[in-house]
């Protein structure tokens, strides 16, 4: 399996468990809430209702919304973190390296957003119209091949919609953070887009040598990485994978899925109670009437 079937694979993994997740939740509060509408409004009912409620299918509810409004509330906030600093990136704009910039890589089709920053910023911004945005930093102190390196890297992100994909991700994990071994996939996920960008760069490039360069002076500097989640850090992951990588291009990079085996078994063990609890009540409505509501 390549490198990109691996991280289309666990991506696809990440939200096919957490649509899945969410589907049951609002089948489950769908069938709890509209069965309790119809007893409102047959008050002859009223006192069957009161009697036979179950505390269990109440309980099982109240978590299922409060991971719908986590989740609700972490969209939210990705949004206004990406407007937040995406505005931020405009005010401390240097509009004439930005104008050089662009005007020397016009592959880049007016992507590249320089900001006035004395660290090194290189990063990706953005969920429908990806902008790359790097600092006066980057232009002053990396040669022309070594900043050619980064923009390529960047734009591996900005082609494939990576800030969409993580913030969707996130909020995945975010929403669902009682499943231990999300985290550890989304950690493996971001490992190979990482590789992956690497990888766009040195075939652009056909070499090796700008990136790793960039790479060594990257470990010796102390990176922006305060702009939150609502973006995609040139030197915030893997960096250890990424010089394996430069030093041996040809060689398969062997990556774990770090997981411990506590994590593993409560994953699992919650991944077939949601399937079981699910096709139970598909399968028969009067156990859910009967225990859940």
Known sequence: MTSRMKSELVFAIILLFGGFTLLEMAIFLYHHFGRSLQYWLMPQHSTTMSKGYSILGL??????????????????????????????FLLTQNWSKTRYINAQYPEFLNQILVIENHQFVALTTGFIKPKIVISTFVMDHFSEEE???????????????????????????????????LKSLVQYYNTWRELLADQYAFKKMKSSNPLGSVLLKVSKIQANTSFGEAVMHFADVAMNYRIMQIIEPKKHIPIPIIVNKKSLIVSVTLLLINVLIFAICVESQIFCHKFLI
């Open 147 to 181: 900043l050619r390196a980064i923009l390529l890297h960047e734009q591996f992100h900005s082609i494939h919609r990576d800030p969409f994909r993580l913030m969707l991700i996130k909020v995945v994990t975010e929403g669902l953070s009682y499943i231990p071994m």
């Open 59 to 88: 309980t099982i509810s109240l978590f299922f919304i409060i991971v719908f409004v986590r989740i609700t509330w972490k969209i939210i906030q990705q949004l206004k973190l990406s407007d937040k600093w995406y505005t931020k």
